[in-house]
C-alpha cells in the first residue's frame, strides 16, 4: 500500500509525468547500465501498480485476486501501432490465445477481451481508409469497392477537415493488406462467439477512427449472440459529434436488428486533437469544456441507459468521475435495469479509481478493472501515451490517495497501539 500511494503521488505531479516520458524517449533508454536502472525503476513502481502482468499467466493470477474481491478483469493485451503483417498476424495470435484464457476462467472472472485494431492493421493504412470513407460520406456515390457492409460512421455534425483533397483509391496492396486486417478481426470475432466472451474495441485519434469504427461496425453485424452484443465499440464524449454519431449508429442497428453494445469514454488524444484541428486552422473537434464533457458524456450514459431499460444495447460506462457513476447508478435503478444485468457495466483503470469501483460493487453493480498486460518494454510505450494523452486523469486520483493515506494511518495506529 506504501508503494501503491507513492506511485499515485508520483503520477500526479506533472513535472515528473514530463521528466518520465523524456527519460524513456530518450537515448539513456538505450544505453545498457541507464536501461536497466530505468526498466527497473518503472517495472517496480507504474508498470507493477497499472499492469496486470508480462503473460497470461500472471494476468490469471491478478483476474483471480479481483474476483475474489468481487470485480471482473478485461483483458487488453498492451500492443498497438503494428508496423508491417507480420506483427500484426503476432497480435492476432495472442488475442486469439487471450480470449482462450478467458474462457478458461469461471465466467464471472472476466468480463472483455480488448482488441486495438491498431495492432491488426497498421496506422498508415488506417488513416488512408478513413481518409476514403470520409470521401464516401462527402460524396455518396464515391465508390469504395473494398468496403464491407457496416453502420453509419459520421454525423452531420461531424469534422472532416482530414481530409481536404480528394484521396486516391487504394493501391492492390492495399486492399490485400486491408482484406487481411479484416480477416485478422474475423477470426478473433469468430473465437470470441464460439466461447462466448464479449469483444471489446477499443477507440483511438479521429484522424483513424472512422477506419477503426468500420472494424467494429461491420464486425458487430456479422457477429452477436442473439438479442445481446459481442462486439462494443467505443465512443468518446470529449468530441462534439460523439453522441449524435451514437444514436445515428445505434438506430441504423436497431433496423438491421443488429444488437450493438459501446464503450463509453471521455477521451484520451486531447493534445493532439487539438494540435492537429489548430495545424490545420480548424477549431477543435473536442468540446470547448470540461462541464461540456462531463454533460456529454452523462447525456450519453443516459441515452444507453434508456435504451437498455427498453430492451435495446448494452453499455459499459468507462469512467473515473464519481459524480458520472452516482448519476448513472441512480438512474440505472429508478429505470429498474437489474444490477446483476450483462447489459450494463462499469469499469476503471486498474490501479486507479478504487474508491469508485468498489463503491458500485457494493451498491450490486457489475464493475470491471481494465487490465493492460505484456512485457515491461512492449507496455511501456502504450503506458507512454496514457501519460501524455491522460496528465489530467493522474492528477484526479486525489481521493484515491486520500483514501490510502487515511488506511496507512489506521494500520500504522493498530500497529503501534
Given at each position: ?36 536502472v530505468?526498466?527497473?525503476f ?17 494476468v ?48 464471472s ?28 460520406h462527402k ?38 493488406d ?65 453522441k449524435e ?20 469514454v ?6 493532439s ?10 477549431k ?7 462541464q461540456?464533457?462531463h ?8 441515452f ?14 468507462a ?27 462499469f ?71
Open positions: 500500500m506504501i508503494r501503491s500511494s507513492l506511485t499515485l503521488q508520483m503520477a500526479s505531479i506533472e513535472p515528473m509525468v514530463d521528466i518520465g516520458i523524456w527519460v524513456m524517449n530518450s537515448k539513456f533508454k538505450h544505453m545498457p547500465i541507464f536501461r536497466e530505468i526498466m527497473g518503472v517495472k517496480n513502481t507504474f508498470y507493477e501498480h497499472f499492469c496486470a502482468g508480462k503473460d497470461l499467466a500472471e490469471r493470477r491478478t483476474v483471480t485476486e479481483l474476483s475474489n474481491v468481487g470485480l471482473k478483469g478485461m483483458l487488453d493485451y498492451g500492443v498497438e501501432h503494428a508496423t508491417e503483417n507480420d506483427s500484426c498476424d503476432q497480435s492476432m495470435k495472442v488475442f486469439l490465445q487471450t480470449a482462450e484464457s478467458a474462457k478458461s476462467l469461471p465466467s472472472y472476466v468480463s472483455f477481451v480488448v482488441v486495438k485494431v491498431t495492432a491488426l492493421c497498421t496506422p498508415k493504412l488506417l488513416k488512408r481508409v478513413s481518409d476514403l470513407l470520409r470521401r464516401e460524396n455518396p456515390s464515391f465508390n469504395l469497392p473494398w468496403k464491407h457492409k457496416a453502420l453509419p460512421l459520421f454525423a452531420d455534425s461531424s469534422r472532416l477537415y482530414h481530409t481536404a483533397e480528394k484521396p486516391e483509391p487504394l493501391t492492390v496492396e492495399e486492399e490485400r486491408l482484406q487481411l486486417a479484416h480477416d485478422r478481426l474475423m477470426k478473433i470475432c469468430k473465437k470470441c462467439l464460439e466461447i462466448d466472451v464479449e469483444l471489446l474495441i477499443d477507440a483511438e485519434d479521429t484522424s483513424i477512427q472512422p477506419a477503426i469504427d468500420y472494424f467494429a461496425y461491420s464486425a458487430a453485424i456479422k457477429y452477436h449472440k442473439d438479442d445481446h452484443p459481442l462486439i462494443f465499440g467505443t465512443i468518446q464524449a470529449y468530441l462534439k459529434d460523439s454519431r451514437m444514436v445515428i449508429a445505434k438506430r441504423a442497428a436497431e433496423k438491421m436488428g443488429v444488437p450493438m453494445g459501446f464503450k463509453l471521455r477521451g484520451a488524444y486531447m493534445s486533437e487539438n494540435y492537429l484541428a489548430s495545424s490545420l486552422g480548424f477543435s473537434p473536442i468540446h470547448d469544456s470540461i461540456q464533457t454533460d456529454c458524456y452523462n447525456s450519453c450514459a443516459e444507453m441507459l434508456d435504451e437498455i431499460a427498453n430492451g435495446s444495447g448494452a453499455v459499459v460506462l469512467t473515473h468521475n464519481i459524480e458520472s457513476g452516482k448519476l448513472a447508478a441512480s438512474k440505472a435503478i429508478d429505470l429498474g435495469i437489474r444490477k446483476d444485468s450483462q447489459k450494463l457495466q469499469a476503471q483503470l486498474y490501479g486507479m479509481a478504487e474508491g469508485l469501483s468498489f463503491g458500485l460493487r457494493n451498491a450490486g453493480f457489475q464493475v470491471s478493472k481494465y487490465l493492460p498486460f505484456g512485457p515491461v518494454e512492449q507496455v511501456m510505450p502504450y503506458l507512454i501515451r496514457r501519460a501524455e494523452e491522460n496528465r489530467g486523469l493522474l492528477s484526479t486520483s486525489a481521493f484515491d490517495r486520500q483514501l490510502m493515506r487515511k488506511e496507512l494511518t489506521r494500520r500504522f495506529e493498530v500497529a503501534t497501539s
